[in-house]
């Protein structure tokens, strides 16, 4: 799942500061899961907006909606008719969203109200924690389906650097090591063998931007 | 058919009285609509209110907990709380039929009240000089003053009800001769005959029945039966004969049951009672034969052991042998049981069982005479009041149907939600029942008074809070993100991952609304609370503070569960709005005072471990962190909403807020514009 955090209120503000309409939409799908982007925030960003606006002396007609996705053109295109009645649209999905709507809308002004941060898992209520860096060439297969790109600050890939103190990361004593969980791991599973086979370099070429996905080839 | 899930109490009751709707706006302090929502199907709520046998309250899930909710005692607050006002109702239609009710008891009553508001012209007919059956004429006074029961019957009757009295069927009428002039007929005639032993010696003078003595101490037509009396019986008109006689100054009242306490059918409650007024009841004996020159001197009885279950489920009586044993006695009421009095049926040709009972065709009371129905005790032996009322409004839906060729019969669709699981119980915050003021015992000798006092609004508010709204908790609709964050905040355990969505059984869910408060889909809704209800509320407060102009307007909220009679603080700046729990309000419904041209903004904290629901003190603390977050951002000032707990906390407040100044969003305008 995708997971986005709302951006600091001056800082959406200032993009909407001189709009008279501005339609907040929200995304149904992965920022209502991890509860930023949702109809419940979007009515709360709506009365911040009209607060924050009345207080400055500025009338602004706040709208707002949700849909199921903002990555659909389908879903998007369902209210179209909407977009028209506002001067600008402030997306509360992740970054795809937002060029969604830059890409399918011609003529409707889109701002981020989110700041999308990494494909994460549930950490707990109300928590979340980047577990995939989507970097095209997955290595789970080969370490105990923990993944030392994105678990290990410095992403490296045929065992620990020299920073291991105790099992946590010189980066920062709350970071457990990606390698010593990977070694834990394959030791439960029996497969500590398999960890004296090198991963190799990776292949950073999958990872070339912007990344494309096609069912056909 | 298609079900419909309601509450154990709704389910429980015979004429489907929507009774968590009452009892939550009982909790609400609003009186009127709770007596308005029990009109709906009841239109004697200050008779049921008293003497109903309250099938509701044995249904009540909250007995799981602690004891059931004071259901009746709710209702009678309900009824008396609005006694003043009129609930005269009016006809919809106007239909040509004429329609005969014969008896005026609960079963003829509730069946002229709904003919006569289909808009038939309906006609009672009542053997005694007044009506009411036995509400009139047989419960005793102190149990149900009757200038109620005479004002309730007044409000059926001005429906446009016809009714005479002191006219009985077999002597005065005939069936034959009222479908003449009515195009339908409806016994109701209750069931008054008495049951006697087979005893030797039961011609002797000062045997009664219980039914009929009672009858002619309403009448004002007896005095005290005798100075050793003793009631053979355990329903209530054996307890209500033998508390008569200690009303008339009787020194010595017995009542000999043949079952145990456990199994008396008039109720532990009515028991204890008795047994304060001095009342004594001897369990496990049945006469068997009386003794006395003309008049009764001495009663045999022997003594009684329960054996197996009868049919009714109860253990049978068995008598021991060898028990036997006397007691004095010049007066022996008997109130062992009735059958319908059908002597004057005969010449009718209606069919009549071998108990005396009108043979129906089923409980739409359709007799084997075209256009004559019956039903209540005549048809189906004694029943409670509540029962005999229902059984009038099914065979008034009958004459109804039978009259506009309306071919299906109605059925009962409801189907109650099932009972708490036991984990759960465990996690349900106890709550006392309140017991209701009575006579002191002293008072209630040579005085029929009443002897239940009813609730104070106090003691109201507080048993009604009580419920544990089953069925109006939680649902989840189409926009839920399944992103389970109900699952994992719920402080009762209650949703699961569904295939799609987040499940919540409604018959598990406690409806505190945390859940729907912290749902970012804002998927979940409550039965308990409309979407809309606290903007709504929010806007009537602010209109009153227009009227009021004050110099600063703080909207607080209060849980009503902690302050169950009202608001903590008070002060002429404050206008308060309760909540059930105020863990449930949102972050928006914090922020939409503001927004509405409140100044302030507080919150009545609860101490954590008081909260009815386990976590509700802590959301809310949560969720005033997050709108005071809001509020810094937006430059409205943090300082504008605040967690109170006492009167300093709020002086606190209000001088930070005076130093904050009014509302920006109304500068220059007035309060709430």
């Known amino acids: 799942m995708i997971v986005a955090e709302i951006k600091p209120f001056e800082e959406i503000m200032n993009m909407v500061r001189d709009r008279k309409k501005v339609l907040i939409l929200g995304c ?13 925030q979007v009515e709360l960003l709506a009365s911040a907006l009209r607060m924050a606006s009345n207080k400055e002396g500025n009338q602004i007609t706040v709208g707002e909606k949700t849909i199921l996705r903002q990555c659909d053109p389908e879903f998007v295109q369902q209210i179209q008719d909407d977009f028209a009645h506002y001067d600008a649209v402030l997306s509360m999905a992740c970054g795809a969203g937002v060029q969604g709507i830059t890409q399918w809308m ?74 010593v969980r990977i070694y834990e791991r394959m030791k439960e599973l029996g497969r500590l063998d398999e960890l004296k086979k090198e991963i190799g370099a990776k292949d950073w070429s999958k990872k070339q931007r912007p990344g494309r996905y096609a069912i056909k080839e | 058919m298609t079900t419909v899930l309601v509450p154990p109490c709704q389910a429980a009751c015979p004429i489907n009285t929507d009774v968590r709707g009452y009892v939550s706006a009982l909790a609400r302090g609003d009186a009127e609509e709770a007596i308005r929502i029990i009109r709906r199907v009841n239109p004697l709520p200050s008779v049921c209110g008293r003497i109903c046998t309250r099938l509701c309250e044995s249904a009540c899930r909250r007995a799981q907990v602690d004891a059931p909710l004071s259901i009746r005692a709710l209702k009678r607050y309900a009824s008396d709380q609005t006694k003043h006002l009129s609930f005269i109702r009016h006809p919809l239609n106007s239909y040509k039929e004429r329609i005969a009710i014969i008896g005026s008891g609960p ?73 003449k002039d009515y195009h339908a007929v409806f016994i109701a005639v209750g069931s008054q005959k008495s049951l006697y032993p087979k005893c030797k010696g039961d011609y002797l003078r000062g ?107 109860r253990r049978r009586p068995v008598p021991v042998k060898d028990s036997e044993f006397d007691l004095e006695s010049d007066a022996v009421i008997f109130a062992i049981g009735y059958v319908p009095d059908v002597e004057n049926l005969k010449e009718d040709s209606l069919k009549v069982d071998r108990k005396g009972s009108i043979i129906v065709k089923d409980d739409t009371g359709i007799t084997d005479i075209k256009g004559v129905f019956a039903a209540g005790d ?60 009575a006579l002191p015992v002293e008072s209630r000798k040579n005085t029929f008074d009443e002897v239940d006092l009813g609730y104070d609004r106090e003691q109201a508010c507080r048993e009604a809070l009580r419920c544990l709204n089953c ?133 009545s904290v609860c101490p954590a471990d008081e909260c009815r629901f386990r976590d509700g003190a802590s959301w809310v603390a949560e969720h005033v962190k997050r709108v005071k977050r809001i509020l810094k951002e937006t430059e409205m000032g943090a300082d504008r909403l605040a967690l109170i707990s006492d009167e300093e906390d709020f002086r606190g407040f209000r001088q930070r807020l005076e130093t904050l100044g009014i509302n920006p969003l109304r500068k220059g305008k007035k309060v709430g514009a």
């Open chain 2, 471 to 603: 069925g109006a908790g939680a649902s989840v609709d189409e926009h839920c993100a399944a992103c389970l964050n109900c699952l994992r905040i719920c402080p009762f355990g209650i949703p699961v991952p569904g295939k799609e969505n987040a499940d919540i059984d409604i018959s598990q869910c406690q409806a505190c609304g945390i859940c729907a408060a912290e749902c970012p889909a804002s998927a979940i809704h409550l039965g308990s609370e409309g979407k809309e209800d606290l903007r709504q509320e929010v806007e009537r407060v602010m209109d009153s503070a227009r009227q009021e102009t004050p110099e600063i307007v703080v909207i607080g909220f209060y849980c009503r569960y902690h302050d169950p009679i009202g608001p903590p603080v008070e002060n002429d700046a404050l206008y308060w709005i309760a909540r059930f729990c105020t863990g449930r309000l949102k972050e928006s419904q914090l922020i939409y005072p503001f927004e509405a041209g409140a100044d302030g903004v507080i919150v």
């Open chain 1, 106 to 179: 011609k003529n409707v002004l889109v701002f981020p109200a989110m700041n999308t941060r990494f494909i994460g898992l549930s950490d707990g209520q109300g928590k979340w924690v980047e577990i995939c860096a989507a970097c095209g060439d997955c290595v789970l297969g080969l370490t105990g389906g923990i993944c030392p790109v994105t678990s290990c600050p410095k992403g490296i890939l045929n065992g620990p650097c020299g920073g291991n103190k105790k099992g946590k990361c010189e980066v920062s004593p709350d970071v457990p090591c990606a390698w």
């Open chain 2, 378 to 437: 005549v048809v189906t032996g004694p029943m409670s009041v509540i029962e005999a009322m229902a059984s009038g409004r099914k065979a008034a839906g009958a004459i109804h149907r039978y009259f506009r060729n309306i071919p299906d019969k109605e059925f009962d669709n409801r189907v109650s939600l099932r009972s708490l699981d036991e984990p759960l119980v465990k996690l349900i915050r106890k709550s006392e029942r309140q017991e209701m003021r």
């Open chain 2, 107 to 179: 079963t003829g009553l509730m069946a002229a009240h709904d003919l006569a508001l289909l808009g038939y012209k309906v006609t009672i007919f009542e053997a005694q000089q007044v009506l009411g059956g036995l509400l009139s004429e047989g419960i005793p006074k102190y149990r149900l003053p009757k200038d109620i029961v005479r004002k309730e019957i007044e409000d059926i009757l001005s429906i446009g009800i016809e009714a005479r009295t002191g006219v009985s069927l077999g002597k005065d009428f005939t069936i034959e001769g009222l479908l």
């Open chain 2, 207 to 313: 045997i009664l029945s219980g039914f009929e003595f009672l009858k002619q101490i309403d009448r004002g037509e007896i005095s005290l039966p005798g100075q050793k009396v003793l009631v053979v019986g355990g329903g209530h008109t054996a307890v209500d004969a033998a508390r008569t006689c200690i009303r008339l100054g009787c020194p010595n009242v017995t009542v000999v049951y043949r079952r145990t306490l456990d199994e008396i059918p008039a109720g532990r409650e009515e028991v204890e009672q008795a047994e304060l007024e001095g009342v004594k009841f001897i369990y496990l004996a049945s006469p068997v034969e009386f003794s006395g020159e003309e008049r009764v001197r001495r009663v045999r009885f022997v003594r009684m052991e329960l054996g197996e279950p009868d049919i009714s489920g």
């Open chain 1, 28 to 40: 149904g799908s992965c920022v209502s899961v991890c509860m930023s982007g949702g109809e419940k």
